[in-house]
């Protein structure tokens, strides 16, 4: 007879396992599964995905030998000339993904589950690319329910879940890919999943949730080898910590980021944008302007915006009107790009800090216009509010600055250092 520690082990071990069932419906979603396909699709093409999607619900309820009998002998024909009838030439793809989904009603107890998962996932991707995002969040889910294992299909649906604003149920699906990842030892899944977990914390400002998940994740992503995944893992404890004021984890989080030693080290850029915003918010106005101009040189795409907005912001605390210049002209050049308005507003707090009232007014109402067109409500970037905070921020980065110069030695040094590797890693890059 096992001990009651053996039998707890087990019970543990059992637990460990066990994988809850996903949230598949928004709570505040009304009627039956896959009225969002109706919804989007209103046309004889929506009625048949639904038509669809319901068909292979229903196989997936139920285990192989318990399925012969779920649909009558004619359905399949019936199938067959709806899709005939409703699918127009010009969709011949999904034509032919809706044909794959019969098996399901055909011949349910020989039907193969990856393959009709693999059919809804290609609708899935018809459905994003046609712009019905719930009809392809039907579609992969249900696809996760003809490959039950399939953690990759899991994290992918967490993920969509959480673009569209329902973070219970993307941390469902987070932790279903987790379980299933667990259970595969498909270890990629698996640390993407801890990694989108701890973001979705931090974003919900739960730190020792997020903090846990990301430590999660970064010890496998190292035992792994997956070294890009384990520099962004990092990167974002670096983030976290940053938030939460605890410096010294910060500076010690960076460091780890930057030490692993990642091929292509796509991210260091961001990185080190991150770190220059980060010294000039605790003071040490030197280190963080000179990183930022080096960022500025690299950083393109979505993240350039912020940059330069950084970049301006810490020019006009560091008295240089030609880097403001250069960095309000770039921006100026990709204005309405992804994060346009806090960059704009970053615009004018540089120029207040430069004493160029008409600049920093101008700055200040392209922020507004960028906020109102985004999302239609400038809110804090409203043009006369900004104004008015800007003084109130830059008295508080005296404050700042005044806090840092009592730093001592050893904890200066720890800043100094930290600096002088970022700035001497742009230049290998560079080749300098």
């Not at 005296?398 to 250092?417: F, N, S, T, W």
């Amino acid at each position: 007879m096992p001990s009651v520690k053996e039998r707890e082990a087990n019970e543990d071990e059992i637990r460990r396992w066990r994988i809850p069932p996903p949230l598949l419906r928004d709570a505040d979603a009304p009627g039956p599964e896959g009225l969002a396909i109706l919804e989007e699709i209103r046309s004889e093409v929506g009625v048949l995905l639904w038509k669809s999607l319901r068909s292979v619900l229903l196989w997936a309820e139920f285990e192989t030998g318990e399925r012969q009998g779920l649909f009558d002998s004619e359905a399949p024909d019936r199938r067959r000339q709806e899709i005939e009838r409703s699918i127009p030439a010009a969709k011949a793809e999904l034509k032919d993904e809706l044909t794959a989904l019969i098996a399901a009603v055909d011949r349910p107890d020989e039907a193969d589950g990856d393959a009709l998962a693999a059919a809804c996932e290609r609708i899935a991707t018809w459905a994003e690319n046609a712009g019905t995002p719930l009809t392809a969040l039907e579609f992969l889910q249900a696809a996760s329910l003809c490959a039950p294992r399939n953690a990759r299909l899991a994290l992918d649906i967490g993920y969509a879940v959480q673009g569209l604003g329902q973070p219970a149920r993307a941390e469902s699906w987070f932790q279903r890919a987790l379980g299933l990842a667990r259970q595969t030892k498909d270890w990629e899944p698996y640390v993407l999943a801890y990694l989108a977990h701890g973001r979705m914390m931090t974003e919900w400002g739960a730190y020792p949730a997020a903090r846990q998940s990301y430590i999660k994740a970064v010890r496998r992503a190292a035992r792994e080898n997956m070294r890009e995944v384990e520099a962004e893992v990092y990167h974002d404890l670096f983030l976290l910590e940053s938030r939460a004021g605890n410096t010294g984890r910060a500076l010690s989080f960076a460091r780890d980021a930057l030490n692993v030693p990642a091929p292509n080290a796509t991210r260091f850029p961001e990185l080190a944008r991150d770190m220059g915003i980060f010294w000039f918010e605790t003071g040490q106005f030197q280190h963080g302007f000179s990183v930022l101009q080096e960022a500025a040189r690299q950083i393109e795409g979505d993240e350039r915006g912020r940059t330069l907005g950084a970049l301006a912001r810490a020019a006009g605390k560091a008295g240089d009107r030609e880097t403001f210049d250069w960095a309000r002209q770039e921006l100026d050049r990709w204005w309405d790009g992804p994060g346009a308005p806090e960059a704009w507003a970053d615009v004018a707090r540089g120029a207040t800090a430069l004493g160029l009232k008409q600049v920093a007014k101008e700055a200040a109402a392209r922020s507004e216009s960028s906020a109102q067109a985004r999302d239609g409500d400038a809110g804090e970037l409203a043009a006369d509010v900004l104004l008015d905070t800007i003084q109130t921020e830059l008295k508080a980065l005296e404050a700042v600055e005044a806090q840092a110069q009592l730093l001592d030695a050893e904890q200066q040094k720890a800043h100094d250092e930290l600096a002088e590797s970022v700035l001497s890693t742009f230049a290998d890059r560079s080749g300098t």
